[in-house]
């Protein structure tokens, strides 16, 4: 019955159109009515709390790094880098998006960010060059959900305070699986571009090169301080948020100098906007999280899928085939609220490691961005490029199934993830 309020109750809430914090919240407070605990004032210390959480601090930071970086040039230098080393060869242009976002990642951790950015640059040239827009789009759109998986992300940091998980280990344990990703797009990107009747790039020489990478070392170098500053225990990734967002203010303003006080701004108001958005959610979350937690609704699951937990792949690829079905209809921060807590006890219980559940998680809710109808980076593409719907859907689908195969294999073959987790600890 409980588990029957707090399923219909975000349902009903959702398809009336209710913003997500607000469902959330409203579900909290069914389920509080539903075993009579209703208090206002716990409805209120629970949203403080979920607010007021030191490593959510990350989380602003991380959101103005990525806007500093697209408006103080650094995303740019990072794509006329790629473009100076393989836009030459067929296709080029193809591998110019896939090195770049996969780079781009390791810069700011949000998805829409990066690929709006890659959107905004690369399809007005693409299609300049013959390369059908479908395909481009598709492409972009699967690059772009790299961002979540590579360090830093925002993703991964929600979901460790969500689930009390180690979020250094999340961010380590995500490099191997995002690089593997975009090894997947050049793999497929290879097979599109024989049959496509494209312009190459002229080939840059290698003044052209060390041009553009020595005006893109100060970009290059966020990754490797990040990174570094986290596996040597220099910071925790709620500082290394601060130092990301404090490297690419000095970047923007003293190096390129493309960030102006006036532009700064309006990038403070822009990140505030989007933190609010965020930090709301994580408030309304924690009121539905909590009245989970009293509810035991982790126990009655467990007690449901009690004959899959003697068998960690088989009860793996049960949750993963349930979170694609969420993340068609849900956007990836709302489902890490919503489901995380419910079903890291359940995989706990059957023994899967938390963090590569964590990454698992993360993974296939990055590939709802892309899956229609919700589909929030598709839908970026789409207006960047002007296309409809549809054609980017057509577009998105080699990589999409591509995807799904690489998710197969870490079901699998958890190895493939968890071993590579060792490397870096």
């Known amino acids: 019955m409980t588990m029957g309020i707090f399923l219909g109750a975000l349902t009903l809430l959702m398809s009336l159109g209710m913003p997500i914090a607000f469902a959330l919240l409203l579900t909290g407070v069914a389920l509080m009515v539903h075993l009579d605990f209703f208090d206002a004032q716990l409805v209120a210390q629970n949203m403080l709390s979920g607010a007021d959480n030191f490593p959510l601090m990350a989380v602003p930071f991380f959101i103005l790094a990525g806007e500093l970086m697209n408006a103080g040039g650094i995303s740019r230098r990072i794509i ?48 300049d060059n013959g390369y059908p827009v479908p395909e481009s789009a598709g492409l972009i759109a699967s690059g772009g959900i790299i961002a979540p998986i590579i360090p830093p992300s925002m993703s991964f940091i929600i979901f460790g305070v969500a689930t009390n998980t180690s979020i250094s280990a999340l ?14 797009l050049i793999g ?50 709620t500082e290394a948020a601060v130092v990301a967002a404090v490297y690419s203010l000095a970047v923007s303003v003293f ?88 079903m890291m006890p359940i995989a706990v219980k059957a023994g899967i490691d938390a963090t590569y559940f964590g990454v698992m998680f993360v993974l296939v809710g990055t590939i709802g961005l892309i899956t229609p109808p919700v589909c929030t980076v598709l839908n970026v593409v789409c207006g960047v490029a002007k296309i409809s719907m549809e054609r980017a859907t057509r577009g998105v689908w080699p990589f999409l199934t591509a995807y799904l195969v690489l998710l197969a294999l870490f079901v699998v073959f958890p190895g493939i993830v968890t071993v590579p987790m060792t490397w870096f600890r």
């Not at 070392?217 to 040597?232: E, F, S, T």
Request: aromatic residues 4%; contains cysteine.
């Open 171 to 184: 961010f380590l344990a995500g490099i191997v699986p995002g690089l593997l990703m975009g090894a997947v």
């Open 188 to 237: 497929v990107w290879a097979t599109l571009t024989p049959r496509m009747n494209v312009k190459a790039q002229p080939e840059a020489s290698w003044a052209e090169r060390k041009h553009a990478l020595v005006d893109g070392i100060w970009a290059l170098m966020l990754p490797v301080i990040i990174i570094g500053g986290l596996r040597g225990g220099l910071f925790t990734p």
């Open 255 to 342: 190096v390129y100098r493309e960030v102006t006080v006036r532009i700064l701004g309006k990038l403070l108001v822009e990140a505030a906007r989007t933190t609010s958005i965020v930090m709301f959610l994580c408030a309304g979350a924690l009121v539905s999280s909590y009245m989970v937690t009293l509810a035991d609704l982790p126990a009655q699951l467990i007690d449901m899928l009690q004959p899959l937990m003697d068998d960690p792949r088989l009860m793996m690829a049960a949750m993963m085939l349930l979170l694609l079905a969420v993340g068609i209809v849900m956007d990836l921060t709302p489902t890490i609220l919503v489901m995380a807590p419910v």
């Open 80 to 127: 006329n880098l790629a473009v100076s080393l393989v836009g030459h060869i067929r296709g080029g242009l193809g591998y110019v998006a896939i090195g770049a976002s996969v780079l781009l990642a390791s810069l700011s951790g949000s998805a829409i960010a990066d690929t709006a950015a890659l959107a905004t640059l690369l399809i007005p040239m693409m299609r």
